[in-house]
């Protein structure tokens, strides 16, 4: 069984400032930590713009690690940039700027043999451009679909369309508040249900993740870290782990819930290497043993 992952979103230049340390245009975007960690799992197909100020050495790193880039265009203009400033805690951030530059303009356009692709995530991006990608995939497996706030304030009819044909939504709490209106996360993952993915995480940072399914809530802890260098791209490093593990276990949309709630292990201990470096650095080398490793510490901290 074919295992490949589709994945559309960011291809980004990071500007992140931490208390400590300022990093000034480093390799980052939702499809870029998605792919670094999915790439562990399955293989990875990545749809994108990136603009002619984009460091060769950048995609080369996505390639070397074996993710397929042939999806990732290079046009004439400014690669996308996003700017943020961490507070104090290394949780609360400021966004300083999300400048779209070659995104504005971008068509996707699938690779010849990618529209056959099972498993599809679109990353978080314009909404408008999950739903062109999506339309042109054949029949996926499996949907997930991760957003943020920016989308769901500027494009929510578009983001509503798109989430009509998506089987996961991943999202963090105060998104999944301001989607539906709700302040319980359940009644929030219900709500969510209503607009069609089935299966729902709710992201809540250092304190974990929650997953809402057929069978009812799983809540997994983060694993405690001694220190946090930079969190950006946590939230798609969880993804690209969660959906990386159903596509290599084959897992399709009517699968037990069994399976998505290992997923959700998997993802947490994926994601928790990203904050310990700065941009994509411990994702670059990291090793599935290790990825186990976290995950029966994680299974550990959650047995009474
Ligand atoms: P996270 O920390 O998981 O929220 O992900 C941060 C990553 O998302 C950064 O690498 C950014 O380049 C990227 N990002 C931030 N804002 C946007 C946006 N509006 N659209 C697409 N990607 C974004």
Partial sequence: MSKEILVVGSVAYD???????????????????????????APVRAVG??????????????????????????????TFHWSGRYHADMIERDTLAT?????????????????ASPYVLLANIHPALQLDVLEA????????????????????EA????????????????????????????????????LGPKRVVIKKGEHGALYFGPDGVLAVPAI???????????????AGGFLGW????GVDRDAPDAEFRR?????????????????????ADLERDRVEARMAELSAMMTP
């Avoid at 997923?263 to 994702?283: D, I, K, N, R």
């Fill in 15 to 41: 500007t992140v400032a931490t208390v400590r340390e300022t990093r000034e245009r480093q390799l980052g975007g939702s499809a870029s930590f998605f792919a670094l960690a999915a790439r562990l799992f």
């Fill in 49 to 78: 713009v990136v603009g002619d100020d984009f460091r060769q050495a950048d995609l080369d790193l996505l390639s070397s690690r074996g993710v397929d880039i042939a999806g990732i265009e290079r046009a004439q203009g400014p």
């Fill in 99 to 115: 400048e779209l530059g070659v995104f504005a303009d971008f068509q996707p356009a699938l690779p010849a043999g990618w529209a």
């Fill in 137 to 156: 995939v054949d029949a996926p497996r499996l949907v997930v679909l991760d957003t943020m706030n920016l989308w769901i304030e500027t494009t929510r």
């Fill in 159 to 194: 983001l509503l369309a798109v989430l009509a044909r998506v089987d996961v939504l991943l999202v963090n709490d105060s998104e999944a508040r301001l989607l539906t209106g709700e302040t319980g996360l359940k009644e929030a993952a219900a709500a969510i249900a209503e």
């Fill in 224 to 238: 405690l870290l001694p220190e946090v260098v930079d969190p950006t791209g946590a939230g798609d490093t969880f």
């Fill in 246 to 249: 159903l596509a290599d276990r």
């Fill in 263 to 283: 997923a959700m292990v998997a993802g947490t201990a994926v994601a928790s290497f990203c904050p310990q470096a700065f941009s994509v650095e411990a994702l």
